[in-house]
């Protein structure tokens, strides 16, 4: 597999990881996340699914696009996937909503770039 469809297949993957979460807090709101253990777990999933995607996008992509904060998504997931301390979930919370959704527009302008290079 040629580096630009690897890095498209882990560009999907952050994408669809991030598009998952949208939808699963669509109708929460921080008190119901709070509560909601599964969804919680849920989330927690796909912010790791979305850091290692992101651990394995190539570097030249990465510097290509400094507007992803790769470093940030990629220790996001360390922080989790070893419980580095207690995970903070207002943290999540502001990640969710107030980064997630502008990270997600970033990345749909990443994949027609790169499937552009496919054809």
């Known amino acids: 597999m040629e580096p630009e469809d690897r890095d498209s297949a882990y560009i999907w993957d952050m994408l669809d990881a991030a598009s998952?979460?949208?939808?699963?807090?669509?109708?929460?709101?921080?008190?119901?996340?709070?509560?909601?253990?599964?969804?919680?777990l849920a989330v927690e999933r796909a912010l790791e699914i979305m850091g290692e995607a992101a651990?394995?996008?190539?570097?030249?992509?990465?510097?290509?696009?400094?507007?992803?904060?790769?470093?940030?998504?990629?220790?996001q997931r360390n922080v989790l996937a070893h419980n580095y301390g207690a995970i903070k979930q207002d943290l999540i919370?502001?990640?969710?909503?107030?980064?997630?959704?502008?990270?997600?527009?970033?990345?749909?302008?990443i994949i027609p770039e790169q499937s552009l290079r496919e054809e």
Do not use: C, M
């Open 20 to 40: 998952a979460i949208l939808d699963f807090i669509e109708a929460a709101d921080f008190d119901a996340y709070l509560e909601d253990r599964k969804l919680q």
């Open 55 to 75: 651990r394995n996008v190539s570097i030249d992509l990465q510097l290509k696009h400094p507007e992803i904060p790769w470093k940030g998504i990629i220790a």
């Open 93 to 109: 919370w502001e990640v969710l909503t107030v980064h997630l959704p502008d990270l997600a527009g970033q990345l749909k302008q």
